[in-house]
């Protein structure tokens, strides 16, 4: 920038008037800088999304978070080179900037922790939206995944916000991530009773359900010996949106066949023995 000192004892208008005609080019070049400069970061940012979302491996919320970062920093390097031109010192206000960045960082760690922790789930995709998720004491679908929290909506309609840092730091159960599920019904008999006869009887039930598939084949078994009970278990593998209603109904048509065959399904019991003194 030109500055003449002669011109020191004119009006702040006059010395204003000069100073722009002396730097008339030179803010004009600025200007012109700083609009292509940021064109130019909002044209590559937008070519940056388009292909990161051509990959179907990426998510479109890390797409979009890495093209907004590549258009700030564009826009940032296209500012300072302005303000160069403009003979501002840039040292210090990349010195002041990076220490109101530290600031901010440790004034948001809790914040910053969820965003890293989103840009992991994005990234992994322990689950997505629509899939239904156990995490910790909670079971519910998830309807929305965000940088800071996940939104999920319970079976009974309620509605959940999770911060994403506790969600990534503990197990998380997916339920419909594949395609098929092992159901397991364990149904507990007299001892007086069949097992033979019990174990056809649930193979049977399971043989007569379209839903239940034949690869694996359904296995009936002896799974414990109880106090009261022998437990009879049935294993049987469906397809994932079965997996409720199979569960429901295998359960009632056990208890029902059971009846027919006159199995029976034992109260717990136990037996007292009094001595005399």
Not at 126 to 133: L, T, Y
Request: hydrophobic share 45%; with cysteine.
């Amino acid at each position: 920038m030109k500055f003449n000192p002669e011109i020191t004892t004119l009006t702040y208008a006059e010395q204003g008037l000069i100073w722009l005609r002396l730097n008339i080019m030179d803010i004009a070049g600025g200007i012109a800088v700083l609009v292509i400069g940021l064109f130019i970061g909002s044209l590559i940012s937008r070519w940056v999304l388009r292909g990161l979302l051509r990959s179907s491996s990426m998510d479109v919320s890390i797409a979009r978070v890495i093209a907004k970062a590549v258009k700030y920093g564009i826009w940032s390097v296209v500012l300072l080179t302005v303000l160069t031109q403009f003979g501002v010192e840039t040292t210090s206000i990349i010195a002041a900037l990076g220490g109101l960045a530290l600031a901010v960082g440790l004034a948001l760690q809790g914040t910053l922790s969820n965003v890293a922790s989103g840009v992991m789930i994005m990234s992994q995709r322990p689950f997505r939206v629509g899939e239904v998720i156990n995490i910790g004491p909670i079971i519910a679908t998830v309807e929305e995944i965000g940088l800071f929290t996940t939104q999920l909506k319970q079976p009974d309609g309620l509605f959940v916000m999770m911060p994403n840092n506790e969600l990534w730091n503990q197990p998380i159960i997916n339920f419909t991530r594949h395609p098929t599920r092992r159901f397991e019904l364990i149904v507990g008999i007299g001892y007086n009773d069949s097992m033979q006869e019990a174990r056809e009887a649930l193979l049977a039930l399971a043989a007569g359900d379209s839903r239940v598939l034949s690869d694996p084949e359904p296995v009936a078994y002896v799974a414990s010996l109880d106090d009261s009970s022998v437990g009879i278990g049935l294993r049987v593998w469906c397809n994932t949106p079965d997996y409720l209603g199979l569960s429901w109904d295998l359960t009632e048509a056990a208890k029902s066949k059971f009846d027919e065959r006159g199995i029976s399904i034992p109260f717990p019991q136990r037996e007292v023995t009094t001595r005399a003194a």
